[in-house]
């Protein structure tokens, strides 16, 4: 349409989680395919889409997530793709304009990880820091894989661009980059190891209160496949075999003890509870009732 009706809007949803709001930021999609899948039959996973009334070629979601309140000035986790993706993605800025939140505003931002779709937006078209007064927060061995010149010079080819814009993406931030290894990363905010997608690939755990969240980040990539699958992985986990053992001990652990967990592919607003279903498990989103989580 020539008036731009048609434009995707930005995707924000807030949800209180004690004294703090947790706001889902959609940032767009990309379109994937089976051949991602690794771990189990192509023929499998393509019935699992079907079943679960999505596109045989999975449509890959992206979520980032800011937490206010309490005080505290927001704190950003993930950034989404930025320029460095598809047009159907990038999407955060907007969605942090249409929630008041002004990228100057931010002070810090968690790094779950270094791949593009989580780090591209830290930097503008232009080289210049997103989050111009931000600080970087990142695991040690997640810079470590990604970050040296060495591990650049190393990098076999096809993965190479994987370095390069991580290394991009850092690059005006300058000193301000914290490396960490574990623990309370912020009040409220903190790091849950989850390695084998990348080496530092880290959850955040948000607590206020009684009230707590677990962002798990790229536990799950294809909620139709990987809840009912979990052995299923993705071609882009680093460690195939570990990140295949992360998510079968974090599936576990979130259904036996009821947690809430958000993440970064799960389909927007991408809050909810883990079920046991069968040998597998399911997904089942949140209520939304006006923002009480």
């Known amino acids: 349409m020539a008036d731009g009706s048609n434009k995707p809007l930005p995707g924000v949803l807030r949800w209180t989680l004690g004294d703090l709001t947790v706001t889902a930021?959609?940032?767009?999609?990309?379109?994937?395919?089976?051949?991602?899948?690794?771990?189990?039959?192509?023929?499998?996973?393509?019935?699992?889409?079907?079943?679960?009334?999505?596109?045989?070629?999975?449509?890959?979601?992206?979520?980032?997530?800011?937490?206010?309140?309490?005080?505290?000035?927001?704190?950003?986790?993930?950034?989404?793709?930025?320029?460095?993706?598809?047009?159907?993605?990038?999407?955060?800025?907007?969605?942090?304009?249409?929630?008041?939140?002004?990228?100057?505003?931010?002070?810090?931002?968690?790094?779950?990880?270094?791949?593009?779709?989580?780090?591209?937006?830290?930097?503008?078209?232009?080289?210049?820091?997103?989050?111009?007064?931000?600080?970087?927060?990142?695991?040690?061995?997640?810079?470590?894989?990604?970050?040296?010149?060495?591990?650049?010079?190393?990098?076999?080819?096809?993965?190479?661009?994987?370095?390069?814009?991580?290394?991009?993406?850092?690059?005006?931030?300058?000193?301000?980059?914290?490396?960490?290894?574990?623990g309370e990363l912020v009040p409220g905010i903190t790091a849950v190891p989850l390695p084998g997608h990348t080496p530092g690939h880290c959850g955040m755990r948000i607590v206020s209160g009684d009230k707590a969240l677990l962002m798990w980040t790229d536990v799950v990539h294809m909620p139709a496949i990987q809840f009912k699958r979990p052995e299923a992985g993705v071609a882009f986990d680093v460690d195939g075999d570990q990140a295949r053992a992360t998510r079968t001990r974090i599936l576990d652990e979130v259904a036996t003890e009821g947690t809430l967990i958000g993440g970064s592919h799960l389909e927007f607003p991408a809050l909810g509870h883990v079920a046991r279903d069968g040998a597998g498990y399911s997904f089942v989103p949140v209520l939304w009732v006006g923002g009480e989580g």
């Open 25 to 182: 930021l959609n940032d767009g999609w990309f379109q994937g395919s089976l051949d991602l899948v690794t771990g189990i039959p192509q023929e499998e996973a393509g019935a699992l889409q079907r079943a679960g009334f999505r596109s045989e070629a999975p449509v890959v979601t992206l979520n980032a997530f800011v937490v206010t309140g309490a005080g505290r000035k927001p704190v950003l986790i993930d950034s989404g793709y930025g320029h460095f993706g598809p047009a159907t993605m990038g999407r955060v800025p907007a969605a942090l304009a249409l929630a008041g939140i002004a990228p100057e505003s931010i002070e810090t931002v968690l790094l779950t990880h270094l791949h593009p779709d989580h780090a591209g937006g830290l930097v503008t078209q232009d080289g210049s820091a997103a989050y111009p007064n931000a600080e970087l927060v990142v695991h040690a061995d997640e810079a470590a894989h990604w970050l040296p010149d060495e591990a650049l010079s190393r990098a076999p080819e096809a993965a190479r661009p994987y370095f390069e814009n991580a290394r991009k993406a850092v690059a005006p931030y300058g000193a301000r980059i914290r490396r960490h290894e574990g």
